[in-house]
């Protein structure tokens, strides 16, 4: 009878997690990560964070555009530690299937998979701010306004396709939150390339976002009611978000934590972790290395600099950015799998 008990429970996780990677809104979710006062907790108990931008993880140059180069998803979640987050683009055109033009959600359901298959957890950005691995056009503050409900050159809007990732995916164990958008600004373009020197930004951009952030979260509790919400804002004066717009749109019922995004400057973050009680996770901590700085010395700042974020009273630290095919050669943010910085304490 044991015997047979195991058989059973062993078919049994595998259906589910076969199942687990076409989850619809048929499926109650359940949210392993929550939220206590200004920190996080993982299973009920209190939480803080790290792990990894790996924005590539959706690429298959067989079947869609791609976003950098591939890797191999068993290997690289089987190299992450118990309750490491991992934060990677989910964008709509990882969904299309190039050679047809069509949804296909294979790409992005094998990251899940694959993380459901180790136990890791994810954080899906559904959109990016400059278009980059989309339609590489900055989003306006009319994109804001209105721009997200209507379908352009995509097979769906951004507002379809918030619909279907979240039916979708949404009661996967994997899912740490939610991300709509990364580095949101709500500007004004004033030439065809929406270049910084050329934009200009309103003075209703906060409410703009906050509006945004609202609908956006609206529209994602409907089909996912559980799972937290977080405003991917970078954190500096960003048009929308400076100043006290960082704390209106951080102020959404929508919003469950907040961002902030460090390349090596973190002058605004304390401002930022006053104007908020919410969680602040610093999702996106990156420091040049390679040719520029020895790896070892990068590990050794990125340990004191976690170790900063905690005791400013940050809620958790993700760095910037995996690949699979680093190039020590040049002065770049690459993390490759040998990367020292995977062995600090405060990664592991």
Request: aromatic share 8%; proline share 7%.
């Amino acid at each position: 009878m044991r015997t047979g008990a195991i058989f059973l429970a062993t078919v049994l996780s595998v259906v589910l997690a076969v199942a687990g990677c076409a989850a619809t809104s048929s499926t109650t979710p359940v949210s392993r990560v929550g939220v206590s006062g200004n920190g996080l907790t993982l299973d009920g108990v209190p939480w803080w964070p790290t792990g990894l931008d790996a924005y590539q993880l959706a690429t298959h140059w067989s079947v869609n555009r791609g976003c950098g180069a591939e890797v191999d998803l068993d290997a690289y979640f089987m190299s992450r530690p118990p309750g490491s987050v991992t934060r990677f683009n989910a964008f709509q055109q990882l969904a299309v299937n190039k050679s047809t033009g069509r949804i296909d959600f294979g790409p992005i359901d094998a990251v899940f998979a694959a993380a459901e298959r180790h136990g890791s957890l994810v954080i899906p950005v559904l959109a990016g701010q400059d278009g980059a691995c989309e339609d590489e056009r900055y989003k306006d503050r009319d994109w804001y306004r209105s721009g997200w409900t209507v379908r352009g050159s995509a097979s769906l809007s951004y507002r379809d396709w918030v619909s279907t990732a979240v039916s979708r995916w949404g009661a996967s164990p994997a899912i740490a939150a939610w991300e709509p958008i990364g580095e949101p600004e709500a500007g004004i373009c004033h030439d065809a390339g929406c270049s910084p020197q050329q934009r200009s930004c309103p003075d209703d951009s906060a409410q703009v976002l906050r509006d945004w952030h609202d609908a956006v979260g609206a529209l994602i509790r409907t089909s996912d009611p559980v799972h937290p919400i977080t405003a991917g804002l970078l954190g500096g004066d960003q048009c929308g978000t400076a100043g006290p717009g960082y704390a209106l749109v951080a102020d959404s019922p929508y919003v469950d934590f907040v961002q902030y995004h460090d390349y090596d400057d973190a002058a605004f973050l304390p401002q930022r972790l006053a104007q908020t009680s919410k969680p602040l996770v610093v999702t996106e901590l990156g420091i040049h290395a390679g040719s520029c700085l020895p790896l070892q010395e990068r590990a050794d700042r990125i340990g004191a600099r976690i170790d900063s974020y905690a005791e400013l009273g940050a809620a958790g630290a993700l760095l910037w950015a995996f690949v699979p095919d680093p190039r020590p050669e040049q002065c770049t943010y690459d993390i490759g799998p040998d990367d020292p910085v995977l062995a600090i304490p405060q990664l592991n």
